[in-house]
């Protein structure tokens, strides 16, 4: 079982940066992809960011290309959103999730964060 704990939300201005991270709790942690997703009221889940866990290659939405960057540390089985200039329409729940396969379906991922809410006003 692996659990999945995000922290680095909170309120921002436009322009503003953030750094989210995903911190794994498991006996052993390696799966092929981490990603990230973003949720607002009423809205099924966007895909934001995946990564390949062992390569560290990336992906990201078209919506956030430029802006933000995943990266990741093997080591502390932990998984990092940089965001920066920061949107009012980035405000949402981020959530991490690790699964199998790198893929922009939620549902491809086996488990989820909680997630942490991120603001951003004009």
């Known amino acids: 079982q692996v659990r999945l ?3 680095g939300g909170g309120l921002a201005q436009a ?3 953030l750094r989210l991270s995903c911190v794994a709790s498991a006996r052993t942690f390696s799966p092929y992809a981490v990603a990230w997703f973003r949720q607002t009221p009423g809205k099924e889940r966007e895909f ?4 390949k ?3 560290g290659d990336t992906w990201y939405a078209d919506s956030v290309k ?3 960057i995943m990266s990741r540390d093997n080591s502390k089985n932990t998984a990092y959103l940089q965001m920066n200039s920061l949107k ?3 405000t949402a729940v ?4 690790s699964g199998t396969m790198v893929a ?3 549902r491809s991922y086996d488990f989820w964060g909680q997630g942490t809410q991120v603001t951003v006003s004009s």
Do not use: K, M, Q, T
Request: charged share 25%; hydrophobic share 30%; glycine share 8%.
């Open 5 to 7: 704990v995000e922290s």
């Open 94 to 97: 981020y959530l991490c999730a």
């Open 88 to 90: 009012p329409e980035d």
């Open 48 to 51: 934001v960011s995946s990564i």
């Open 66 to 68: 430029g802006r933000f």
């Open 53 to 55: 866990w062992s390569a």
């Open 104 to 106: 922009r379906n939620p």
């Open 15 to 17: 322009g503003d940066s």
